[in-house]
């Protein structure tokens, strides 16, 4: 297995397993403290922070067969699209931080791009 392979799919487990964590401390321990419309947002997060925990695990794949820039490029754009559109969506939701909305879609940008980078990246497979 290669490095970057490794590191790609150490993070995903890193951020699933994290995912998981926050999906059951929002059931549990913010579901009284929440309204339902800041559970949803907080909710929101997990489920885009999953998704591309498991996206990270296709990155580590492809990245197995063809280390191109393109798709390391992606696995990064996953990442800082965690950090900044989940992260944003739990400071949101917990801490009632309504200017920290204006992170989320620099988020949801580098997701997009991560996604764009690696289909172009699959379709210059020979």
């Known amino acids: 297995m290669n490095s970057v392979t490794r590191k790609f799919f150490i ?3 890193l951020f699933a397993a994290s995912g998981v964590l926050l999906g059951a401390f929002a059931a549990h321990a913010l579901k009284q403290s929440l309204t339902t419309g800041m559970l949803g ?3 929101t997060g997990v489920r885009y922070q999953m998704y591309h925990a ?3 695990f296709v990155v580590g794949w492809v ?3 063809r280390q191109d820039r393109l798709v ?4 990064w754009l996953f990442v800082v699209g965690i950090l900044l559109f989940s992260g944003s969506l739990y400071f949101l939701s917990v801490f009632s931080m309504p200017r ?3 992170v989320t879609p620099f988020g949801g940008v580098a997701f997009i791009l991560g996604w ?7 379709f ?3």
């Open 100 to 102: 920290i909305v204006f």
């Open 116 to 122: 764009v980078s690696l289909v172009i990246d699959l």
């Open 41 to 43: 947002v907080f909710e």
């Open 11 to 13: 993070l995903g487990a």
């Open 72 to 75: 390391v490029n992606a696995g």
């Open 124 to 126: 210059r497979v020979k």
């Open 63 to 65: 990245a197995q067969l």
């Open 54 to 56: 498991f996206a990270l």
